[in-house]
């Protein structure tokens, strides 16, 4: 029995304000050993309350330090789904597009909230990872990920995902072009701050919901990343001489800049070579699309008056334009540099009822290099 006394516990993290939603609602599709986590959708606002839902370093080693890193890096509370799995299940298989009890699930049942989903596995002893620099598993990943963001786009819930880029085998180079995978749903994290072969998604999922869409992840003005040291294989990221490589094979990895402390994230590299081959490119995209959706869905079978040549009425046809215009412009205000929405007056919506519309969004630009000429001058 212990002596008399006062016994005070000291509560934390009260003091973390709660992030408004900005323009990104984030998920993870992970690993997790209680089986009460497995194939079920749970939402957490903090590191703190998903420790009180059972998620502990103790019980839940794998998905807590993601958490850690998350939350940590966030310097936040925000809402975050997660749907758990058996170490057993692939990542290419928590994405399939058919299996309605996976990713899919998570996402019909947030209504459409959840716009990126980190995708993180734990293997079991009996993985077969291959002999390449990647994990087999990734590229089947990238491949389901494109059918399942592709499936609901398609609904206007559109998502992009970030995969956990497990190194296999770090002294193999990185035969996986992915470039040329014409997937910018999909970007592939490479690079952790353990250094196991795994891939610090939360650090990247959190960057990305921690700003408005148009802001890159490797933002200097937003400061370094919270990690003290960061590895890609075994290897120091500085250890390795071809991380620069690596980073312009399209990974989302990480460096260092020259008279600041700390790791940045390089480009948001997306697996593609098309106007979405950088994740705040598609972030945009993917906001504007909600904007319209919900811009037009009250027009869904209403009528719109045709002249007597079987044009489209052309004061009919521009309130649509400025109605859509007005609204992306004042949703999206600072986002993008402008918008032009045009309808054709002269399709033919008497015999197919379908209203075709072109939105034009003119992105920002953005300063991934900055090329000074430094000389002397005998003059200024």
């Not at 037009?296 to 215009?325: C, F, H, V, W």
């Amino acid at each position: 029995m212990p002596f008399p006394g006062v016994s005070v516990n000291v509560d934390t993290g009260n003091l973390l304000r709660a992030l408004p939603n900005l323009d990104s609602v984030p998920a993870l599709a992970v690993t997790v050993a209680t089986e009460g986590l497995q194939g079920v959708v749970t939402t957490v606002f903090s590191l703190k309350d998903a420790e009180n839902k059972g998620i502990t370093s103790t019980s839940e080693a794998f998905l807590h330090y993601i958490l850690t890193e998350f939350y940590t890096e966030l310097g936040g509370n925000k809402k975050l789904y997660i749907m758990g799995f058996a170490d057993t299940v692939l990542m290419s298989k928590m994405l399939d597009v058919t299996d309605e009890a996976a990713v899919y699930k998570m996402i019909k049942d947030a209504n459409g909230e959840i716009t990126h989903i980190g995708v993180c596995r734990n293997p079991d002893t009996g993985d077969v990872p291959g002999d390449a620099f990647l994990n087999a598993d990734v590229a089947l990943a990238l491949t389901a990920g494109k059918s399942l963001a592709a499936n609901f786009q398609a609904k206007n819930q559109p998502v992009r995902l970030l995969i956990e880029g497990q190194v296999n085998d770090d002294e193999v180079a990185n035969s996986l072009d992915l470039s040329a995978l014409s997937n910018g749903y999909c970007g592939i994290v490479l690079g952790s701050t353990k250094a196991d072969g795994s891939a610090s998604v939360g650090l990247a999922l959190a960057r990305i919901v921690k700003y408005p869409a148009h802001v890159k992840i490797g933002d200097g003005q937003n400061g370094s990343l919270t990690a003290g040291q960061l590895y890609i294989g075994a290897d120091k990221i500085e250890d390795r001489p071809d991380v620069e490589d690596l980073h312009d094979q399209g990974f989302i990895t990480f460096h260092r800049r020259p008279g600041v402390a700390g790791y940045f994230f390089g480009v948001d590299n997306m697996c593609t070579d098309d106007d979405t081959s950088i994740l705040v490119h598609g972030n945009v995209l993917d906001k504007a699309q909600r904007i319209s959706a919900a811009t037009y869905t009250p027009y869904i079978e209403s009528n719109i008056r045709i002249n007597d040549d079987g044009t489209i009425n052309e004061t009919d046809a521009k309130q649509l334009e400025n109605q859509l215009k007005t609204q992306i412009l004042a949703n999206m205000e600072g986002q993008i540099s402008n918008v032009d929405v045009i309808i054709d007056t002269t399709q033919n919506i008497v015999d197919n009822s379908t209203l075709q519309v072109k939105v034009k969004i003119l992105p920002l630009g953005y300063l991934t290099w900055i090329e000074v000429t430094l000389g002397f001058t005998t003059s200024i």
